[in-house]
């Protein structure tokens, strides 16, 4: 496809299995990953709710939510296992279902905080304006308007195509880059990248990048609960995340069209929390190899 290089590793089935792990005897709560996600607003409290459940169903030790009280709500009553008090974690989700414009100075300290440690933070949406100079081992998750917005900041150009876009912002911001579309682009600082087939254009839906956040949290605290690793490990995690979301949702809009098999051009329409149930078969069907 136009916008991205040939030479790209394409990323496959076999890839996403080397990043996920099935659970052993050996396993606890703690040592399979605990991600935090500090998502949802009064404005988009359901971007919680989605996050949350895509973390639960990629499949997790523990996941805390902090977040307004309506928004805390929505998340109890559709995932009464998550964990609402502040404590440790593997990785953290912030800025999905937020606006920047809307954000008080206590919940901008609480942010720059977390993008100041050393756990590895996800940054959607709302908190991307937040990511420039961040410690913490860092992937954001833009859309290609929050993706200009983002190398406005960086005070970047126009670039090639997407995947050279992708690399340039992430060598600029010492991030990884997962940049969403029909072909999500992921891209390391030091230079790795990665295209990820995104998934039927059946995922052109609200509230799906949420999703695609909460499966990238659970990823990443699942990983870094078992080996901490550096913003570079990021890159085949971010990838691993698109591969599982983009193939929730063929398994998604199968079920939508009645079972038809999955592809690219058919099933039926399909919702960002179809996408996010649809998930443990996704991971299942990966670990049966
Ligand atoms: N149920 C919910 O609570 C939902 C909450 N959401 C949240 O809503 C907030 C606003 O997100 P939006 O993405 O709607 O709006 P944004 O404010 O990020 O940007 C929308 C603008 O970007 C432009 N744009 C360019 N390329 C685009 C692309 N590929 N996809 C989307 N917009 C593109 C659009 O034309 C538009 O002007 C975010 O915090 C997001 O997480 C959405 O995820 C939808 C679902
Ligand atoms: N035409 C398309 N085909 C396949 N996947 C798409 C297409 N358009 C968008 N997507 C995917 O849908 C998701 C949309 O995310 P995002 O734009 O953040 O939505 P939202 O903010 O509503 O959650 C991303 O995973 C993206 O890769």
Redesign the pocket.
Known sequence: MAGTDAWMTRWAAADAARCLRRPTAADDKYSRGVVGLRT??DA?????V?GVQAAWRTGVGMVRYLGPAGATALVLARRPETVTADGRVQAWVI?????AAARTAGEAAVLAGILAGDMPVVA???ALDLVIGAAAPLVVTP????H?RLRALLGLGPAADRAASARSTAAALGAAVLL??AETVIATPAGWSAVVDAGPPWLAT??T??VLAGVLGALVAGRWAQRPGTVEDLGPVAATAAWLHGRAAVLAAAQAGHGQAGGAQIGGPIT?LDVADALPRAVAAILAG
């Not at 859309?143 to 929050?146: F, L, S």
């Open positions: 949802g607003s988009y409290p359901g971007a919680a989605l800025g999905s279902g937020t606006d959607d949406a709302g859309h290609a308007g929050e200009a969403k579309g609200a509230g990048g949420d960002a």
